[in-house]
């Protein structure tokens, strides 16, 4: 006889039974809780197929759009940029602190029932710093040629004089949405001088040049480019100027590989 006139057997059989039972309600704890995790988590998502007026949360805000046949199929498609609100939820008590905000970049291609079909969407390729002297603004269009055009520029309110913009131009091709042009340009509050820098990455022409915003150009040799001869040069991804030939291009980079700032 074993424990209070249980014999082993019964007992280490029962023991078992338990032990089973334990441990499938705790599987099933751990599923819920997954789960709930996960809705709460991501309670609105953008769809991946349907009508314009039913892809975007009522949750969700946008921030800019543009139509275009990108993949030349003869369908209008739709790129935006848009965020949840939950992401601006609080955003006073996370100033500071990296990833206050997460906009939403989109593609959608257009079908010929007149409804969209997701093609990609990134929500970790755009700035996600947010400081209360620093805003962020983003543009997305669409130009003659159906490319797709990003810009992204900040704005300090204290601590610098300089605004950094950044233009991105990219083509559709190979399934894929290619970097073709970049272009830059720092203005200084200050001194009221752009310098301006346009990377080609099919051509592999680079140029650079400076504009006075103000009325009145100060008179200094060192800081004038004339717009007829602007300069060339070689940028950080190693890409040559038109006056160098038989140089290997660099791999074109693609959407959704690199951060956009």
Same mark, same amino acid.
């Given at each position: 006889?074993?424990?209070f ?5 019964q ?20 599923i ?33 759009? /543009?139509?275009?046949?990108?993949n #030349? ?7 935006? %940029? *848009?965020?949840? &609100?939950?992401? =601006? ?12 905000w ?14 969209f ?5 990134w ?11 620093i ?33 991105? /131009?990219?083509?559709?091709?190979? #399934? ?7 272009? %830059? *340009?720092?203005? &200084?509050?200050? =001194? ?14 680079n ?55």
């Amino acid at each position: 006889m074993g424990i209070f006139g249980v014999r082993k057997t019964q007992f280490n059989d029962l023991t078992i039974k338990f032990i089973k039972t334990s441990m499938k309600h705790l599987f099933l704890l751990l599923i819920l809780l997954s789960t709930t995790i996960t809705l709460v988590g991501k309670p609105h998502q953008l769809k991946s197929k349907g009508k314009e007026a039913n892809i975007i949360p009522k949750e969700w805000t946008m921030i800019c759009e /543009t139509k275009g046949d990108f993949n #030349n199929d003869g369908y209008k498609d739709w790129a935006f %940029v *848009a965020m949840s &609100d939950d992401s =601006t939820a609080n955003m006073e008590e996370c100033i500071g602190k990296m990833k206050c905000w997460s906009p939403t970049l989109a593609i959608y291609f257009g079908t010929k029932r007149g409804k969209f079909k997701q093609f990609a969407c990134w929500d970790t390729i755009m700035s996600s710093e947010e400081y209360a002297s620093i805003e962020h603004n983003i543009s997305i269009d669409t130009n003659e040629e159906n490319y797709l055009e990003l810009g992204c520029s900040t704005w300090h309110g204290t601590g610098t004089w300089k605004v950094p913009c950044v233009s991105y /131009t990219f083509r559709f091709q190979d #399934n894929k949405f290619q970097l073709i042009e970049r272009d %830059v *340009a720092e203005y &200084d509050r200050a =001194t009221l001088r752009a310098e301006r820098w346009h990377y080609n990455y099919i051509t592999g022409e680079n140029t650079y040049q400076i504009e006075y915003l103000g009325e009145d150009e100060p008179n200094n040799p060192d800081d004038e480019v004339d717009d007829e001869d602007e300069e060339t040069f070689d940028d950080e991804r190693g890409e040559t100027d038109n006056n160098k030939e038989n140089d290997e291009k660099p791999k074109l980079l693609i959407l959704g590989e690199f951060e956009l700032w």
